[in-house]
């Protein structure tokens, strides 16, 4: 069984950076892909970015490329999504993911294991 532990809750004005974080519970992440997904207020959840535990071939939505990076601490398990330039936009749920394949993915319905998200807001 996996288990995703995410940070709590954060607020950070416009322009501002965070660093989000999700502890990751599993016998095995040799083969395990990550993710970051998001969902804001009447909005479905959308993909922000994604990688195999070990750092390859990440992959970014359009629109964090060059603001947002996924990485990891593999001594520690835990998966890290920082953030910077942050607009009002980016005001939503975050949720980590996992799931046992080697290439990652944007489609959340690729993902079996979910954290229970962490509420980011950005103010104006």
């Known amino acids: 069984q996996v288990h995703l532990t995410q940070s709590v809750g954060e607020s950070v004005q416009s322009g501002g950076s965070l660093k989000l974080s999700c502890l990751v519970a599993w016998r095995s992440l040799d083969t395990t892909t990550m993710a970051w997904f998001r969902q804001a207020p009447g909005k479905e959840k959308e993909f922000v970015a994604a990688?195999?535990?070990?750092?390859?071939?990440?992959l970014y939505a359009d629109s964090v490329k060059g603001r947002f990076t996924i990485s990891r601490n593999s001594t520690w398990n835990i998966l890290f999504l920082q953030m910077n330039s942050l607009k009002p936009e980016a005001t939503a749920v975050y949720y980590c993911a996992a799931r046992t394949a080697d290439e990652a993915s944007e489609q959340r319905n690729e993902y079996a294991y979910w954290g229970l998200g962490t509420q980011v807001t950005v103010s104006s």
């Open positions: 990688s195999e535990w070990f750092g390859r071939n990440p």
